[in-house]
């Protein structure tokens, strides 16, 4: 197995990434959103601004 960032061998320690650095590179990834799962066109998400009764009540 290679690691994902830079195509090495994977270090067990580090599975499946080589070294901790690549580990950051991929963790900095996902907190800057930089990797997306895409979503079935017209899916939208709920909005972070509404509390469990706006849900409730809109559907």
Do not use: N
Not at 5 to 15: A, F, L, N, Q, W
Not at 28 to 50: D, K, M, N, Q, V
């Amino acid at each position: 197995m290679s690691c994902p960032i830079c195509k090495k061998d994977t270090d067990p320690k580090y599975r499946p990434f080589c070294s901790r650095r690549c580990a950051d590179v991929d963790l900095g990834r996902w907190l800057t959103e930089s990797y997306a799962i895409p979503a079935p066109e017209g899916e939208e998400e709920t909005p972070p601004e509404l509390d469990d009764e706006d849900r409730q009540s809109r559907h």
